[in-house]
Each structure stands twice: as C-alpha cells, then as structure tokens.
C-alpha cells in the first residue's frame, strides 16, 4: 500500500557566513541530513529528539514550507520536492499545522469565526454563508459551544487556543497533520485532553499525524510508531510499545532513563550508562557515528563510519543505527505511573466544572 507521505533522503542545510568582512561561508549547519520515513493513511508517527536535532526543521520541510537541499518528499504516491504556483498551492489543503504556541499562533485582532474561516476563504472554498456553516460545525468537534465563534483569543485559556488551532487546521479537511510539540506550552491536565481530543479526531476523520514532542509519555500515547532523532539523523524508528520496552539506541535508552521514576525504591537503579560528553552542535558534527562523542559504548568502528538503519532481528519494522545494537545488555524500562490519587481525581474534576461554567457563562 502506498503511504500516505514518504521522506527520502531529505535534507535541508544552512550556509553560515564568515563574518562582517567575509562573503566565504565559514561551515554548514546541517539540520537535516539525510532522513528517510513513511507515514501510513490513519497512523500517527512520533517524532522525538532534543532540542535543536532537526524536528522542526523537519516538520517544515514536509509541509513544503521551506525547500530540501536535497532528497525527495512524495505525498500520496505524488513527487511533491520541487512542486511550486498553483500546484502546490491545490495541495495545501491537504497538509495542515498545528503549531507549538496557542499563544502566538492566533491572531489577537480576529475572532474565531474569522480565524476558522481564513483558511476557506484563502483556498477559494465556498461563499459566505457556507463558510459560517463549516465554522459552526468544527467548534463541537473541538469541544468548544457555537457562542465562542464571535469572541477573541485573548478571552480563551491555552487549552482553549490550541483547540481553536486545532480547529483552524480541520477547517480544509486535510489528510495529514504535522503537530509541533502541541501541547508543550500547556498543563499537564490540558495535556491529556488535547491529546485524547487529536486522537479522537483521527478515529473520526481517518487523519495521519506526525507528532513531533519532547515528552516521551506523551508519545507513547499518542504514536503507532516512534521515531528518535539526533543531530538531523533518525537513529532508531519502530512500533511504539516495541520501541519502548526494547529500546535498541544508547540514545534512546538515555532518553527513557531521564523519566522520572515514581517508585522512590526506584529512582536510583540505573537504566542506562550515563552520558559521556555534551552533543555536538549541528555545525560541528563528527565523523563517524553522530552519537559517539556522547556514547558510553562507543569503539572505534563508530568514530570512523556512520552506520545506517538496520533491521532489529526478530523485531518486525524495528530499525536501529548502532553498530553495537546486538550488544547492548537488556533493558530495564522505568515503572509505569501510579493512577492519581483519588483527592487529586476530584481536583482536576472540580477544575473541569469550574471552567464549563466559566464557558457557560
């Protein structure tokens, strides 16, 4: 089956100057270098990396927003790397976003109405009338009542922004979402239901997400399929339960040992070999394998040649690039999180009512 969106080899780099008296670039920053992946029709793929790996830079590149360096980018089986004009503005509508800032995404000068229908109008999709309709149709899928369509952003809470930016990019009924850490600015309550709500919404809609996120709970609740990036590289991509209880990356295991463990006769058994060294910046990436500097297992094949993806034996679509996967010692994943108490329970229940009424009212 043909996916949905498919990236191969893509890569975007940056030319830095020399400085105020020099034209010759002093080095390249390459934020994206070389990545391959598949998003299926209905599945969701995170994406997870520290900051400054390239997941943003990634995020754009798939929306076209900016151009590959080099690689190819096919959408619906359709070569998409170089489309420009008129046909890349008809696929629009099909690729929408959902930005990290409820904040700053939404325009303080517009009401909701206006913010849900700019993207009918931009597109030439239907007159007025039909545009107020699908307006007042999207606000009870996000959860939100028809009299919040003639208010401003600044008299909604994060939470509520984001489903009006949730909103705002089902408005041209696209088949692939690229979410940019969506729920990162907000509580952590609000985490969870706007992550139940995007779930929701694919079950409904049959929409593919790419899931871009620093928590990696949330990722695992959220994703089919897991992708771990560093230093504008994917390093290991599989089913997200495999990822998570077979971690085969020493990246990957670093990542799952920063979670913090709730058990306090827990917290202090080791998950993984601590890190070495800091990462090296995307202008300065070594030879050899890009994790090394930072790796407790490193020998000398992983300075000289970066090893690519390779299948995980006996683990169906899990890949890994680690010349020393097959060597790693088993792997200890941290406990799960005890469920809230039950005073916590009726804390956030209370908090819900509080703001229906508040709605409400």
């Known amino acids: 089956m043909t996916p949905l969106l498919e990236a191969i080899d893509l890569a975007r780099h940056y030319p830095v100057g020399g400085g105020l008296f020099s034209r010759k670039p002093a080095g390249l920053v390459r934020a994206v270098d070389g990545v391959s992946f598949t998003v299926a029709k209905g599945e969701t793929l995170g994406l997870v990396g520290e900051s400054g790996c390239g997941k943003s830079t990634l995020a754009r590149l798939t929306l076209r927003l900016i151009d590959p360096t080099a690689g190819t980018l096919r959408f619906e089986g359709q070569d998409?790397?170089?489309?420009?004009?008129?046909?890349m503005r008809r696929l629009r509508p099909r690729m929408q976003m959902v930005f990290q800032d409820p904040f700053a995404s939404l325009n303080p000068r517009m009401t909701v109405a206006e913010i849900l229908a700019e993207p009918l109008l931009v597109h030439g999709i239907g007159d007025a009338r039909q545009r107020r309709a699908r307006v007042e149709a999207l606000l009870p899928m996000v959860g939100l009542a028809s009299?919040?369509?003639?208010?401003?952003?600044?008299?909604?809470?994060?939470?509520?922004?984001q489903r009006i930016g949730i909103a705002r990019a089902l408005a041209v009924e696209p088949s692939l979402i690229v979410c940019d850490e969506p729920v990162s600015a907000l509580d952590v309550s609000i985490q969870a239901q706007v992550v139940n709500l995007l779930k929701d919404?694919?079950?409904r809609l049959g929409l593919s997400y790419l899931f871009i996120a620093h928590d990696l709970a949330v990722v695992r609740h959220v994703a089919d399929r897991v992708a771990v990036m560093v230093?504008?590289?994917?390093?290991?991509?599989?089913?997200?339960?495999?990822?998570?209880?077979?971690?085969?990356?020493p990246y990957t295991r670093m990542l799952?040992?920063?979670?913090?463990?709730?058990?306090?006769?827990?917290?202090?058994?080791p998950s993984a070999a601590p890190a070495t060294a800091d990462l090296p910046g995307p202008l300065s990436i070594p030879?050899?394998?890009?994790?090394?500097?930072?790796?407790?297992?490193?020998?000398?094949?992983?300075?000289?040649?970066?090893?690519?993806?390779?299948?995980?034996?006996?683990?169906?679509?899990?890949l890994t690039a680690c010349w020393r996967a097959a060597e790693l010692p088993a792997w200890m994943p941290?406990?799960?999180?005890?469920?809230?108490?039950?005073?916590?329970?009726?804390l956030a229940l209370y908090a819900e009512r509080r703001d229906q009424a508040r709605d409400s009212g």
């Open 80 to 87: 998409i790397t170089r489309l420009e004009g008129e046909a």
């Open 147 to 161: 009299h919040h369509a003639d208010r401003k952003p600044h008299e909604f809470s994060g939470g509520q922004r």
């Open 201 to 203: 919404l694919q079950a």
């Open 231 to 249: 230093l504008g590289r994917i390093m290991e991509v599989a089913p997200a339960e495999d990822l998570y209880a077979r971690p085969s990356h």
């Open 256 to 269: 799952l040992a920063a979670v913090p463990r709730p058990d306090p006769a827990q917290r202090h058994l």
């Open 287 to 318: 030879q050899g394998c890009r994790f090394h500097p930072r790796c407790p297992m490193a020998v000398e094949p992983c300075r000289r040649e970066e090893p690519g993806l390779q299948p995980l034996a006996g683990a169906p679509g899990h």
């Open 334 to 346: 941290p406990p799960q999180a005890p469920p809230a108490p039950a005073a916590a329970r009726r």
